[in-house]
Structure formats: C-alpha cells, structure tokens
C-alpha cells in the first residue's frame, strides 16, 4: 500500500499543531524573561535597601556615654564619718562632759 502524503497546506490536526507549539514556546520564554526580570528587580530592590541602611548608619548619632557614677564620700580613717564625730564632740563639750583640751585632742585626733 502506498504511502499518502498530502501536499499543500496542512490539515486541521497540522495547524492545532503548529498554533500548540508555538504558544507553547511563547509562554515558555515569556515565563523566562518575567522570571529574569523579577530577579533583576530584586536585586536592585536589595542594593537599594542596603544603601539606605549605609546612609542611615552614617548620620545616626552615636549613643551617649553612660552617666559617670555620683563621687560617694570618702569615709574618714576606719569607715567612720568625720563631721557626724565632730558634731558630737561638741555636743559633749557644750554639756560639760568634756574640757576645751580633751575636746581638742579628740578634734586633733579625728582630722589626722
């Protein structure tokens, strides 16, 4: 039996044929170059935000140093607290407890 080829114009199965590979090639590259684009948008998206996270470092002032801890009173020799002593010893010299001597030797003695 003889081989039937047809000659001329394709058929109606050709022509579905050829349309279905032709759109389908037509999405296969569009869905590429929108991937492409994506991509490339992303990317100028990224190096954008980084610039505006470099710009932003670079005029944030930096932070203040912490406060310096208030200077506490030295306590005198031994831990005890001169004027509270001094207040004392005249508080007995005004009582009579102790004389102008002993209250300045006791005086003489606490400020070193």
């Known amino acids: 039996m003889p081989l039937l080829r047809r000659f001329g114009r394709p058929g109606l199965i050709g022509m579905a044929a050829r349309t279905a590979v032709v759109a389908g090639t037509a999405t296969a590259v569009s869905g590429g170059v929108m991937r492409h684009q994506q991509r490339k948008a ?4 990224e190096a954008q935000q980084y610039e505006m996270q470099q710009q932003a470092a670079m005029y944030q002032a930096p932070p203040p140093p912490p406060p310096a801890p208030a200077p506490a009173a030295a306590p005198a020799a031994g831990g005890t607290d001169v004027v509270a002593e001094l207040q004392q010893l005249a508080t007995l010299k005004e009582q009579g407890v102790l004389s102008d001597a002993e209250f ?7 400020l070193g």
Do not use: I, Q, S
């Open 42 to 45: 992303d990317e100028k998206y």
């Open 104 to 110: 300045e030797a006791a005086k003489a003695k606490l």
